[in-house]
């Protein structure tokens, strides 16, 4: 059985190493991207089976990131996306008019774990 991959889209250091080291050891393959502009040549390259995102990235920010994404035909629209975010406004938001799965910073491993097992 073949890994499902996750990528990771943060531009923070430590946040990257602690969900790579997380979900590496629960079984999952992740590839990182720094910032939107990265981010959507990975999704492109990796085709991952879900995506955890952050908002405030320098370049391309999560939102940019997330209308290209959804607009690029070469990636999959319905490969879910997590947003991790340190600003509790901006989750509450996305999770009402966007109706996506939020998160904020810092968070509980476990609790993401449980997010990311439902949707793969």
């Known amino acids: 059985m073949t890994k ?3 990528l990771i889209i ?3 250091k430590i946040v990257q190493l602690l969900l790579k080291t997380r979900l590496e050891a629960n079984g999952f393959e992740v590839v990182i991207a720094h910032d939107g502009n ?4 990975m999704a492109r390259s990796k085709n991952p089976d879900l995506i ?3 908002i405030r990235m320098p370049n ?3 939102i940019s990131f997330l209308n290209d994404f959804r607009a690029d035909d070469s990636t999959n629209h319905t490969t879910p996306v997590i947003i991790l975010t340190a600003d509790e406004q901006i989750a509450d938001l996305y999770k009402k008019e966007r109706n996506l799965e939020c998160m904020t910073k810092p968070f509980k491993s476990e609790l993401l774990l449980e997010k990311i097992k439902k949707y793969i």
Request: charged share 55%; net charge negative.
């Open 60 to 62: 391309k920010d999560g």
């Open 10 to 12: 943060d531009d923070e």
């Open 38 to 41: 990265e981010g959507l040549e």
């Open 4 to 6: 499902k991959i996750i």
């Open 52 to 54: 955890i995102l952050d």
